[in-house]
């Protein structure tokens, strides 16, 4: 099977940076997703690596290193609208875009 | 555009009684995914549609669970002889295609809880 490992919590003040770590146990997969999560809300895409390194897309990054199965989404210039869940997902090799989704990280953002 | 919709928002109903979820995914995707989440927990995959068929229906819990989906669109989730371990909250999620990566949208939820 798969598994994906977040930590649970992770606080932060405004203007701060963060990184969520993920680390998974799987076998032949296309790539690792990040979606973000308010309470009560519609997970919300945030990036994809594809291949191995750094993605950045504005404030938020994504890195991937398929040989130590691993991966982490950073967070600059933290606001507070950015406290909410994020969750990591490996995207299989099923032929069709099955993602298998990490229990998730709660930031919290302070001021 | 209008997003992926999803009802009833909230559903509460007894043990034992069948419910029926339905997902309205975003016009012109044709992927179309079913997801359950427990309280605070990840979301679990249940079953994908690629038009009308579903070639993976393997994160269904039990023979209780059926879903179907009608002129490449809408999308129906039944849950037979619902338990109290059902309660959860069902999210829909549609994508452009399945060819080559795509982001999968998601919908607002459908809290279910089984008393």
């Known amino acids: 099977g798969q598994s994906l490992e977040q930590p649970s919590e992770v606080t932060a003040v405004e203007g701060a940076i963060v990184q969520i770590n993920c680390t998974y146990q799987?076998?032949?997969?296309?790539?690792l997703s990040w979606y973000q999560q308010h309470d009560g809300g519609a997970p919300t895409f945030l990036s994809y690596?594809?291949?191995?390194g750094l993605e950045e897309t504005g404030r938020f990054s994504s890195f991937l290193s398929r040989s130590d199965s691993y991966g982490y989404l950073l967070l600059q210039e933290l606001q507070m609208k950015d406290s909410a869940s994020y969750f990591c997902?490996?995207?299989?090799?099923?032929?069709?875009?099955?993602?298998?989704f990490g229990t998730g990280t709660r930031l919290l953002v302070s001021p | 555009g209008a997003g992926v919709s999803q009802s009833p928002s909230n559903k509460v109903t007894e043990k034992g009684k069948d419910v029926e979820l339905r997902c309205d995914p975003i016009?012109?995707?044709?992927?179309l995914y079913w997801y359950r989440q427990s309280l605070g927990q990840g979301l679990e995959f249940l079953i994908y549609?690629?038009?009308?068929?579903?070639?993976?229906k393997s994160g269904l819990p039990s023979d209780r669970f059926s879903a179907e989906r009608t002129g490449g669109s809408v999308s129906t989730l039944t849950i037979q002889r619902t338990q109290q371990e059902d309660s959860a909250v069902y999210l829909c999620?549609?994508?452009?295609?399945?060819?080559?990566?795509?982001?999968?949208?998601f919908g607002p939820g459908t809290r279910l809880t089984v008393l």
């Open positions: 799987t076998s032949g997969f296309y790539g």
């Open positions: 016009s012109g995707h044709t992927a």
């Open positions: 999620a549609s994508s452009l295609d399945f060819v080559s990566y795509n982001e999968q949208f």
């Open positions: 690596n594809g291949l191995d």
């Open positions: 549609f690629q038009g009308n068929s579903a070639p993976d």
């Open positions: 997902a490996v995207e299989m090799n099923t032929g069709f875009q099955k993602l298998v």
